[in-house]
């Protein structure tokens, strides 16, 4: 059974970064793409991005260059990046395997992220 | 940016009434390219639809997708009472690649 589990930091101060990494378990790191998806409160879903097995990353322009997703496959993993947070980020936080046509199967329980000063 | 409209915002049904979710794009959307999934509660969102009309592993047959181009459905043929819950469809293309709809919550009535 595939299950994906996600770690960091669960509070923030406005400007500065959230780190949250997210583990593999029960399946191929190679054969599919990991992405990040976040759900700000009350709202609707959000794509931050996804990085394949090449480890190539790509982005929603949306966050400005504020993101970074890389990948540790030795160790079965992908984290995520995203600097000079403000309140506007704070949201629950997703890792999900995504399939080649980037629907995504496999959804890890999410990280509740909260930005305040 | 493909922009997904979901429609209604909200649906009050009764169970064992039939559902139909429509989930509209701003732009022609590829067949394999468009999804749905069900939220509740405290959860993660869940797989149920891919390819517009593949039904996720483990997903009962009263669920069914279909549409093509701009216009799409999610159909839940006879509601139970798992079902109710918030609905959301996603594309893949364009820039950014994936976006979701707003979602459409089901209600029991």
């Known amino acids: 059974q595939v299950q994906l589990q996600q770690w960091g930091a669960g509070l923030l101060k406005p400007s500065e970064t959230l780190s949250l990494t997210c583990g593999v378990y029960g399946a191929s790191f190679s054969d599919s793409y990991w992405a990040w998806v976040r759900q700000s409160p009350g709202k609707g879903l959000e794509w931050i991005g996804e990085i394949d097995h090449g480890r190539r990353p790509e982005y929603n322009p949306s966050f400005n260059n504020r993101v970074t997703i890389s990948s540790q496959p030795s160790n079965k993993q992908f984290s995520l990046s995203l600097r000079s947070v403000t309140v506007a980020d704070t949201a629950i936080y997703y890792c999900?395997?995504?399939?080649?046509?980037?629907?995504?199967?496999?959804w890890g329980k999410g990280t509740t992220v909260t930005v305040s000063s | 940016e493909i922009v997904l409209t979901q429609s209604p915002g909200t649906l009050s049904l009764s169970p064992g009434e039939r559902a139909t979710l429509s989930c509209r794009a701003s732009?022609?959307?590829?067949?394999?390219?468009l999804s749905w999934y069900q939220q509740k509660p405290g959860q993660a969102p869940r797989l149920l639809i891919y390819g517009t009309s593949n039904r996720a592993t483990g997903i009962p047959d009263r669920f069914s997708g279909g549409g093509s181009g701009t216009d799409f459905t999610l159909t839940i043929s006879r509601l139970e009472s798992e079902d109710f819950a918030l609905y959301y469809c996603q594309q893949f293309g364009g820039s950014p690649p994936v976006t979701f709809g707003g979602g459409t919550k089901v209600e029991i009535k």
């Open positions: 999900a395997r995504a399939a080649f046509f980037h629907y995504m199967d496999v």
């Open positions: 732009q022609s959307v590829g067949s394999n390219s």
